[in-house]
């Protein structure tokens, strides 16, 4: 008995007979829900799931030279920072003929060089890239990925495509001068893993005291160990160890800023009068520590957000005009940083370009 071609696998054709409609509108509600209306488009998603149709993706990249996926490269998938961004990705795709395909560089430029050439070898819809700092190859090969192309979390002078993100250096800045119109004279660094981003925002913390004329080399601790509670707490300890009299640490995320308090707490230093500390990102604990810490909160959903967006309005061949885009940040202050005799207020202003 000859056996059908694909025999046991639903074609778009079965899903339309089930459905009662034509193959084309089938086509088109798969591709562009908003195209069909509600009741049609619920017969269709019925008929999906009763066959376990899946649509052919080589079919429809033959069809149209390029797949309906959009890559995602980031650097961590258990950092909430990423977290964060993902989720706004997602919840702006989850309405539209678009999916993701993620991939993890674990902070690897070389991991990031294979990813990006097994995605782009699939032909995307259009990229998504952490950071501005990939390799020469890296950057060959996004510029002749033939696809819009979206770096996200920061801000640089030459974009390879489209870019949404904000200034790290004036972020670090921003709360660095926040610390020093604290009244806190004798401020520390406490910076992990050290890669570019930190590196900006060490030199944020350096520009504005040096400003000030309180800028002190041997405050400065860090190391290339990727970041932790735990470590927070260690660094604070070794700086402590090395200049005792340091009156106020910027930390270059959350998790060093609660490691800190921690060791605060522990050696009986109290918080904000004996020592300031202040964070960056602002993740929930922030707000639930006690006390209250200080820290940079910075737009990560919406970065996820515009970035799709972008993306989107390029692949539709409406490129935005505005092809970088700074989100900003906000200084979130709280009882952390709060000394007597300095007026306690919710929240601090946006950056300004420096």
């Known amino acids: ?24 509108t089938v086509s088109r509600a798969l591709r562009d829900p908003a195209r069909v209306s509600p009741e049609l488009r619920r017969q269709i998603e019925e008929a999906v799931r009763e066959l376990n149709y899946v649509p052919d993706q080589h079919a429809r990249a033959l069809a149209s030279a390029r797949t309906e996926v959009i890559g995602v490269i980031i650097p961590s998938l258990t950092n909430n920072v990423f977290a964060d961004v993902l989720r706004g990705i997602y919840d702006s795709v989850s309405q ?38 990939q390799t020469a190859r890296s950057r060959k090969l996004l510029e002749s990925a033939g696809c819009p192309v979206v770096q996200i979390m920061e801000l640089g002078e030459e974009p390879i495509d489209m870019m949404v993100g904000f200034s790290h250096r004036a972020a670090a800045r921003l709360v660095t001068t926040h610390l020093i119109e ?65 009156d106020a640490v910027f930390c270059i995320n959350d998790d060093l800023a609660i490691g800190a308090l921690f060791e605060c707490q522990s050696a009986a230093l109290t918080v904000p009068e004996r020592i300031g500390i202040a964070g960056f990102n602002d993740l929930e604990m922030m707000a639930a520590a006690w006390p209250a810490l200080t820290s940079v909160r910075t737009p990560r959903y919406e970065i996820g957000q515009r970035a799709v967006e972008m993306a989107r309005a390029a692949i539709a061949g409406k490129r935005p005009a505005e092809r970088v885009v700074d989100v900003g940040v906000a200084l979130q202050v709280r009882a952390s940083t709060q000394r007597a005799g300095v007026p306690a207020t919710a929240s601090g202003p946006l950056y300004k370009a420096l």
């Open 182 to 246: 604290a009244g806190y004279r004798r401020i520390g660094f406490l910076g992990a893993r050290m890669d570019p981003r930190t590196q900006r925002r060490l030199e944020g913390y350096r520009a504005a005291l040096m400003e000030a004329g309180l800028y002190d080399a041997e405050r400065l601790t860090t190391t290339p160990t990727p970041s932790s509670v735990t470590l927070g707490r260690d660094l604070l300890r070794d700086l402590l160890a090395r200049k005792p009299d340091t």
């Open 96 to 133: 539209t003929p678009h999916q993701v395909q993620l991939g993890n560089s674990r902070y690897s430029p070389i991991e990031e060089e294979r990813l990006l050439g097994t995605f782009l070898s699939q032909r995307p819809a259009a990229m998504i890239v952490a950071g501005i700092d």
């Open 1 to 24: 008995m000859r056996t059908r071609r694909n025999a046991g696998r639903p074609t778009i054709a079965d899903v339309a007979k089930r459905a009662g409609v034509s193959s084309i």
